[in-house]
């Protein structure tokens, strides 16, 4: 027998669901590349186990850490969008106050000037 030939079924034998047939052992057993190749699977398959224990088991205090981290950046966004439209207010107003001397300005000017004229 051949690596090519036992190779795809070397994955299934690792994890214990599949028997290789007599050929197939007797073959693995002699055979160095294919024996690496077992024991590669079997390690794949311990990470694979080690993360899903660590994914479906969560840390003590994960979930209250998370809330409040979003509480905090909840938080900071109010705040934030308080400063941002006090600013947008105050900007408003020094505009609208500029606009207002401007205006009155101009209009303190041309009277000026028409007093001027008249005399």
């Known amino acids: 027998m051949r690596c090519e030939q036992v190779a795809d079924s070397l994955a299934e034998a690792a994890d214990g669901s599949v028997l290789l047939a007599a050929d197939a052992r007797e073959h693995v057993e002699q055979c160095l590349r294919c024996q690496a190749?077992?024991?590669?699977?079997?390690?794949?398959?311990?990470?694979?186990?080690?993360?899903?224990?660590?994914?479906?088991?969560?840390?003590?205090?994960?979930?209250?850490?998370?809330?409040?981290?979003?509480?905090?950046?909840?938080?900071?966004?109010?705040?934030?969008?308080?400063?941002?439209?006090?600013?947008?207010a105050y900007l408003g107003g020094l505009a609208a106050a500029a606009t207002a001397a401007g205006v009155g300005g101009a209009i303190v000017i041309a009277s000026r000037g028409r007093r001027l004229v008249a005399s």
């Open 37 to 88: 190749e077992v024991v590669q699977y079997r390690k794949l398959l311990r990470a694979l186990r080690a993360l899903r224990v660590d994914v479906l088991e969560p840390s003590p205090g994960l979930l209250t850490d998370v809330l409040a981290a979003l509480e905090e950046e909840s938080e900071r966004r109010s705040v934030r969008l308080l400063l941002h439209g006090r600013r947008a």
